[in-house]
């Protein structure tokens, strides 16, 4: 399946000579590549709902954070710079078309798979009289006493909807109680219900039925207005601006304004709006106005108006046989179970390749440090630590036993704010220092520092990690660790940890490169000097893995490499603006994106001018933000065996992967490399899971 990327100017003083390819158009294009995943018969069959339920969620999130300055430039008829008419008309068309592949996908394929295996989501005119008996008792007793309905005149106006709930809209026929002809209400539909529930055995006739809760509320619908004739009506659901913006300057207290703006969060500028495929004109055409949305703003969808909460259905229903084979990863190659690691990093850096090597391992690295007395002081970042986090646990404890602890907490991650405010609050109020990192910069980094007196001395050891410290992802996402006792790079990470606290001047580096200092700049004079040796005649080459590839002067700075005779290859999984393969212009540059069973999530940089070669480890993807906006590591890694088994299992299984790889098109269009769909191929991470699976785990799709 091709997808086409519409090529968009980017906004600059000097627009680049090269046109770029358009970010929003890239980040749909992803999704398609995901949504594939769901297409793959070869794919066990609730999997397959998984991957549409993380489509229709990377949908929200989207739109949440990216559609609003279309909407707003077709709402002010803009026909210059980024955003204008025409980008909003084109996003709505592409992703309209997404939408209903994915809705075509449910009702053609998967849904007629699941009744195969006696599963179904039974609608209201499939079910029997005893069904239908069953269906009314449960609205009764768990549903309607939940309900609301609020019928609208001058005294109820529209009420406020809140992001992505689930409401439906009436039609009503007659007068209500006091003689008014008022023909609109709305049912808010409670987030506290479940959206799947499952018949019990003795009404299912044998086989696995679930209802969802619309269509438990939908055949109840006319009970909810005695009196009145329920006409048309629909389920809606309306998407809104969700990206929090605090004025860091103008607030004295970032948590305090952060933990407001989650209040309204909730309710920010509407920017799409879901109805069923059978909702009147008359009903939708009420709900734009209500919400101030164009037309193309309106998605009507044939099923669920919330795909993602189908992955629900993924935990209700127990057939092993219809999920991947259960991965467990192994313990990591370079550590001995038991082993000390404070003893460990003396002989040499250790490295962890996650999910395929435990995380498991670094929460054993910190329950080591919190429980040696030696140990005197623990510093540690957190982005997305998730509700539940046995690493907050494992710092309350170390504070407990009096150890220095700080925590540099992000407040600003991107829908974790609340729960990041939380442990914020936790570890303040048992003695920790929290500290919320620069105003204006989010903190992106992934560091952990223990400080330990050996004899009369004090030794540091680091662990930095290209992805979160969050243990249920770890299982999910592909990731590096890196653990050290480099005594210049943990005083790197020392000197970053000072200058989160302090805000004082940086000290000069030894080791890492830091954003928004010199990240950027260093990676470009990385490229720039590689482009002269290639001039020069020395064989150059540049392999880069990373999430995103938008910024700017990153690309071009590849670009002008590449003209001069670097060979590079970019292994970019989501959104990418550089046109590989455009004849006379980036002949030299290759760029694939891989999407497999995990999320590709490791960012690994691979610089060789002849027989010189380095390798870094980053926190950071190749976007402006990430280099001008956060602070973000980038980390060599100068062990040879080590830099050569990340080479081998991060880079070039990647480059050699016929299965999950998709090539990407002068013009935007991502081409399957296994397009026959033979699944003969090699997959890098199918290849990486038989490599490291512990025991009987299978290394399937």
Known sequence: MNSKVVARQPAAAEPPAVPLLDRDHSILAFNERVLDWAHRPQVPLLERLRYLSIVSSNLDEFFEIRAAPHLAALQSAEHKGPY???SFEALAAAAHDLVARQYALYNNELMPAFEKHAIKIIA???????QRQWVKQYFERQVRPLLIPVGLDPAHPFPQVANKSLNFIVRLGGRDAFGRENDIA??????VLPRLIRMPGKVSGGRVLFLSLSSVIRANLGTLFPGRDVGQFS?????RHSDLAVDEDDVQNLRTALRLGLEHRHYGQAVRLEVSTGCSEYLASFLLKQFNLPALALYRVHGPVNLARLAQLIDLIDEPELLFPPFKPSYPAQLVPGQSFFERLKQGDVSIHHPFESFDAVLAFLREAVHDPQVLAIKQTFYRTGVESELMDLLREAVRRGKEVTAVVELKARFDEEANINWAEMLESIGAQVVYGVVGLKTHAKMLLITRREDK??????HLSTGNYNSRTAKLYTDV?????????????DSVFVHLASQSKLPKLNRLWLAPFQLQRKLIEKIDSLGEGAAQGKASRIVAKMNALTDEALVLSLIKASQRGVKIDLI??????????LPGVTENIRVRSVIGRFLEHSRVFYFRCADEEELYLSSADWMNRNMLRRVELAWPVSDP?????IIDECLVAYLHDGRDAWDLGPDGTYTRVDAAGGHTGHSAQAALMARYADGDAASGE
């Open 84 to 86: 204008t008419v025409a």
């Open 124 to 130: 209201h005119g499939e079910r029997n009289v005893v």
């Open 186 to 191: 709305i049912v808010k539909v409670p987030r």
């Open 235 to 239: 389920q809606f659901r309306v998407t």
């Open 457 to 462: 001395n004090l030794k540091r050891y680091a």
């Open 481 to 493: 660790s890196y653990l050290s006792a480099d005594p210049l790079l943990t005083a790197d990470v």
């Open 572 to 581: 970019v999984r989501g959104a990418c603006t550089l046109p590989a393969q």
């Open 641 to 645: 065996v080590i830099r050569q088994r």
